[in-house]
C-alpha cells in the first residue's frame, strides 16, 4: 500500500513563500500522476496541481498558476510544491494524492479520480 507523508507547511504572512513535501513509501510508476488538493473550512476540496511522473508535464488551478511550482526529485520518491507570493486565500489543509491512471491532458482530476491519500498538512497566510 502507497503511502504519502506531507510536509512543510506553517504559517507565513501574505507575501511569503512555503515548500511543501510529499514523501512516498515507495517508487512512483512513470505511470502515475500526482496531485496537491486542498480544503478550506466550509469549502470543497479542490484541486491545486499535478505532474505527470513520465516527463514531470503540470497542471495548475487558475487561482495559483503563475505563483505556485510542483516538481519532483529523480528518484520518484519526492514531490515538492513551492508556493510564492502566497495571499490569505491561500489558507488551507493541503493534500498529497497518487493517481494510478492520471486525468487528462491539462487537468488537475477530481478527488475521485486519486488512488492514495495523504493526510494533510496545515498552511494558513496572515494578511
Known amino acids: 500500500q502507497l503511502q504519502l507523508v506531507e510536509s512543510g507547511g506553517g504559517s507565513v504572512q501574505a507575501g511569503g513563500s512555503l515548500t511543501l513535501s510529499c514523501a512516498a513509501s515507495?517508487?512512483?510508476?512513470?505511470?502515475?500522476?500526482m496531485g496537491w488538493f486542498r480544503r478550506s473550512p466550509g469549502k470543497e476540496r479542490e484541486g491545486v496541481a499535478r505532474?505527470?511522473?513520465?516527463?514531470?508535464?503540470?497542471a495548475y488551478a487558475d487561482s495559483v498558476k503563475g505563483r505556485f511550482t510542483f516538481s519532483q526529485d529523480d528518484n520518484g520518491t519526492t514531490f515538492n510544491l513551492q508556493m510564492d507570493g502566497l495571499i490569505p486565500e491561500d489558507s488551507a489543509m493541503y493534500y498529497c494524492?497518487?493517481?494510478?491512471?492520471?486525468?487528462?491532458?491539462?487537468?488537475?482530476?477530481?478527488?475521485?479520480?486519486?488512488?492514495?491519500w495523504g493526510r494533510g498538512n496545515q498552511v494558513t497566510v496572515a494578511s
Open positions: 494524492a497518487a493517481a494510478m491512471r492520471c486525468p487528462g491532458v491539462g487537468r488537475i482530476g477530481k478527488s475521485g479520480e486519486y488512488n492514495f
Open positions: 515507495r517508487y512512483i510508476p512513470s505511470g502515475y500522476c
Open positions: 505532474i505527470y511522473r513520465s516527463g514531470g508535464t503540470t
